[in-house]
């Protein structure tokens, strides 16, 4: 079973940047397509970005496309999110998620993944 830690999470001021990192372990890592959902208080949870099983297709949501680049390296057995020109509207929980589907396009349709992380906190403020 497949199992998903963040790190990285903290306070940035408003224009900054932060790099979220997530690792996995117990399954065959490369054989996931992985993603970043986050939770903002009071809200839903929502997928971010997410990357094929050889990090050759990304997506984004339009909130973040443009200022946020996911990346895995799955020698390493890791996922990341560089988030550049952090607006105060991107505070939330930051989850790390994975999916055995195939098919980014499939997940994308779904709107979720099986797998999670416990996830991180990040704040941004002025």
């Known amino acids: 079973q497949l199992q998903l830690v963040e790190s990285g999470g903290g306070l940035v001021e408003i224009g900054g940047s932060l790099r979220l990192a997530c690792s996995g372990s117990g399954g065959t890592f490369n054989m996931y397509i992985m993603g970043w959902f986050r939770q903002a208080p009071g809200e839903e949870r929502e997928m971010i970005a997410a990357i094929s099983w050889g990090g050759d297709s990304k997506w984004y949501s339009d909130s973040v496309k443009g200022r946020f680049n996911i990346s895995r390296d799955n020698a390493e057995r890791m996922m990341y999110l560089q988030m550049n020109n952090l607006k105060a509207e991107d505070t939330a929980t930051y989850f790390c998620?994975?999916?055995?589907?195939?098919?980014?396009?499939?997940?994308?349709?779904?709107?979720?993944?099986?797998?999670w992380g416990k996830g991180t906190v990040v704040t941004v403020s002025s």
């Open positions: 998620a994975a999916d055995p589907q195939v098919l980014l396009q499939r997940v994308l349709a779904r709107g979720w993944m099986d797998y």
